[in-house]
Antibody
Framework: QVQLQESGPGLVKPSQTLSLTCTVS??????????WSWIRQPAGKGLEWIGR???????NYNPSLKSRVTISVDTSKNQFSLKLSSVTAADTAVYYC??????????????WGQGTLVTVSS | QSVLTQPPSVSAAPGQKVTISCSGS????????VSWYQQLPGTAPKLLIY???KRPSGIPDRFSGSKSGTSATLGITGLQTGDEADYYC????????????FGGGTKLTVL
C-alpha cells in the first residue's frame, strides 16, 4: 500500500525558507486522481491545511499562507515538496504530508506520513 | 480559532457510547461532505470516516458518522481504552478562497 515519508531540516532560522520533501512509496505519485497535500500541527494544537498539488502541477493553497507557500512535484522521483518562506516562530510545528482524495462533494486524507517536527529558532 | 467548532473534551466509561460534534456553516459543512480523523498520542492522524458516514477498510463499525445541516457528528460505541485519542473533523470550505478546514480537535478520555 502507499506510504509517505517526510524529510528535511528540523531547525530553520527566522526569516529563512522552510523546505520539506515527501517521498511516496508503494505506488506511483502519477497514478490515480489524487492530490498530494501538506498539513501542519503546532504542539498541543489542531491541524492546519497548508495546500495541495495535483500531478498535473496545479496547486491550491490556504489563503492564510498563500503568499509564502510553494508546493511542487517531481514525478521522476515520486516526491512532492513544500517551501514556506519568511518563517517565524509561529511556523514551528509538526509537518505532515498526505494523499488527498476528492469526490464531487468532499475531500479526505489517507494515508498520512509520520510527520516531521520543524522548529524555527535562531 | 478553528473554522469548525468541536468540544475540547468528552469522556465516557469503557463499553459506553460517546458522540463528538462538529459545527460549521453553509460554506463548509452545509454544502460539503465531512471526514473524521483519530490521532493517538504521538502519532499521525488516521482516517476514520469520509463522505460523512463511510468507513475505510479496516475501521470497525463501532465508529459512525452523520451530518445534518451545518453540523456533523462522530459516534463511537463500545468504548475501549485504546480509543483514547484526539479526534478531528475536516471538510472543504467553498468560500471565496476555497480551502480545507479542520475542527480544533476533541480529546476523548475513556474513564
Amino acid at each position: 500500500q502507499v506510504q509517505l515519508q517526510e524529510s528535511g531540516p528540523g531547525l530553520v532560522k527566522p526569516s529563512q525558507t522552510l523546505s520539506l520533501t515527501c517521498t511516496v512509496s508503494g505506488g506511483s505519485i502519477s497514478s490515480g486522481s489524487y492530490y498530494w497535500s501538506w498539513i501542519r500541527q503546532p504542539a498541543g494544537k489542531g491541524l492546519e491545511w497548508i495546500g495541495r498539488i495535483y500531478t498535473s502541477g496545479s496547486t491550491n493553497y490556504n489563503p492564510s499562507l498563500k503568499s509564502r507557500v510553494t508546493i511542487s512535484v517531481d514525478t521522476s522521483k515520486n516526491q512532492f515538496s513544500l517551501k514556506l518562506s519568511s518563517v517565524t516562530a509561529a511556523d514551528t510545528a509538526v509537518y505532515y504530508c498526505a494523499r488527498e482524495w476528492e469526490d464531487e462533494r468532499g475531500d479526505w486524507f489517507d494515508p498520512w506520513g509520520q510527520g516531521t517536527l520543524v522548529t524555527v529558532s535562531s | 480559532q478553528s473554522v469548525l467548532t468541536q468540544p475540547p473534551s468528552v469522556s465516557a466509561a469503557p463499553g459506553q457510547k460517546v458522540t463528538i460534534s462538529c459545527s460549521g456553516s453553509s460554506s463548509n459543512i452545509g454544502n460539503n461532505y465531512v471526514s473524521w480523523y483519530q490521532q493517538l498520542p504521538g502519532t499521525a492522524p488516521k482516517l476514520l470516516i469520509y463522505d460523512n458516514n463511510k468507513r475505510p477498510s479496516g475501521i470497525p463499525d463501532r465508529f459512525s458518522g452523520s451530518k445534518s445541516g451545518t453540523s456533523a457528528t462522530l459516534g463511537i460505541t463500545g468504548l475501549q481504552t485504546g480509543d483514547e485519542a484526539d479526534y478531528y473533523c475536516g471538510t472543504w470550505d467553498s468560500s471565496l478562497s476555497a480551502h480545507v478546514v479542520f475542527g480544533g480537535g476533541t480529546k476523548l478520555t475513556v474513564l
